[in-house]
């Protein structure tokens, strides 16, 4: 895949985005680049320097940079220093583009089992009906209403424990049986 040769207009957090610069009136040899990405509403931004090769600015941002970066609008500013041994130093303002940050594909996805998922549904769904906010529901294909909430209790102990399994955890249960006391 050949490396882009202009600023990137999107950015997905996590994921690496590289892009070559050619400058006519920047040398490599005599001038760095280097890049701010700044989110436009405001926040601490990042500061990234260009490596070179064959009279080329190479600019990498690795999953390590990008990660850091919440979704959003940003500005991508782009600039030289004189890196000329005269003690003098000259920085000049090259690009400047607005960049969009897409959020990370692992935030995006939910990353819980089934067991967890349907697990949580039967919880939320026992509330509710517990507290009257709700007069009938459906997880998993199966209807539940207030008269359900001994068969949805012995649900969430079945999926609690599926869960537990999953998660390593080991569950002992102990019984015990109480004479009756009469």
Do not use: C, H
Request: no cysteine; net charge neutral; proline share 2%.
């Amino acid at each position: 895949m050949a490396t882009a040769t202009t600023e990137p207009l999107e950015l997905t957090a996590g994921f690496t985005s590289n892009w070559d610069k050619t400058l006519a009136d920047y040398t490599t040899t005599l001038y760095s680049l280097k890049y701010t990405l700044t989110p436009i509403a405001g926040g601490a931004g990042i500061t990234f320097t260009a490596t070179t090769s064959a009279g080329v600015f190479n600019l990498r941002l690795t999953p390590a940079i990008t990660s850091a970066l919440a979704e959003g609008m940003y500005q991508l500013i782009g600039y030289v220093e004189d890196v000329a041994t005269g003690g003098e130093t000259t920085t000049d303002r090259v690009s400047v583009t607005r960049v969009k940050v897409n959020a990370s594909v692992t935030a995006l996805t939910d990353q819980r089992t089934y067991a967890e998922l349907t697990l949580a549904d039967l919880q939320a769904t026992y509330s509710k009906l517990a507290k009257n906010t709700i007069s009938s529901a459906t997880v998993n294909g199966r209807n539940y209403t207030k008269i359900d909430l001994q068969i949805l209790r012995g649900e969430i102990t079945f999926w609690q424990t599926k869960v537990n399994a999953e998660q390593g955890k080991s569950v002992r249960g102990i019984a015990v049986t109480f004479k009756n006391a009469s």
